[in-house]
T-cell receptor, first 111, second 112 residues
């Protein structure tokens, strides 16, 4: 069974600092890995999707890396802003079309 | 707007009552999923469907049933609600693994 772990569970940084969020998974036989953002009381918004053959994906201030062999992904958010405050979820998709989620990292960016 | 629509958004049930949650998508996605989200536990897969007329069990299927009679709709049923089913339920759909998932805004269910 795939286990997905996100560390730390919570993170508080001053505005402008770079954010580093970690995700690890136990089974390297994955189809892809996705990062989502969830605001309080809201649904999930897809941020980045990395295929298993890729090493990283970038979108604006966001960059996600994937090291499948070691079972790790890292989400970098450059020059954080108060609007980046949210919970960030990592999820891996197996070849049976099912997503396994981590419990998330709750980020607070202080103005 | 294209996307995943869940109804209702909020519901309070008494123990033993039944209800159906509706998920509708207009993106012609083949795959649809029901998840529940509980504090500190992340999202857990309840049931999923890989196409019209198909359903399969996920990680926590007990106490739930599903149906996918039409490609665009995926229904989640609770036959006899229990307090342990108090949660936020999310529906999601995907075309295939190359394009990622689209999630609905969730249904907050409380069973008293």
């Amino acid at each position: 069974k795939q286990e997905v772990t996100q560390i730390p569970a919570a993170l508080s940084v001053p505005e402008g600092e770079n954010l580093v969020l970690n995700c690890s998974f136990t089974d390297s036989a994955i189809y892809n890995l996705q990062w989502f953002r969830q605001d309080p009381g809201k649904g999930l918004t897809s941020l980045l999707l990395i295929q298993s053959s890729q090493r990283e994906q970038t979108s604006g201030r966001l960059n996600a890396s994937l090291d499948k062999s070691s079972g790790r992904s890292t989400l970098y958010i450059a020059a954080s802003q108060p609007g980046d405050s949210a919970t960030y979820l990592c999820a891996v998709e197996a070849y049976d079309y099912k997503l396994s989620f981590g419990a998330g990292t709750t980020v607070t960016v202080r103005a | 707007n294209a996307g995943v629509t869940q109804t209702p958004k909020f519901r309070v049930l008494k123990t033993g009552q039944s209800m159906t949650l509706l998920c509708a998508q207009d993106m012609n996605h083949e795959y649809m999923y029901w998840y529940r989200q509980d504090p500190g536990m992340g999202l857990r897969l309840i049931h999923y469907s890989v196409g019209e007329g198909t359903t399969a069990k996920g990680e926590v299927p007990d106490g739930y049933n599903v149906s996918r009679l039409k490609k665009q709709n995926f229904l989640l049923g609770l036959e006899s609600a229990a307090p342990s089913q108090t949660s936020v339920y999310f529906c999601a759909s995907s075309y295939d693994g190359d394009y990622g998932y689209t999630f609905g805004s969730g249904t907050r269910l409380t069973v008293v």
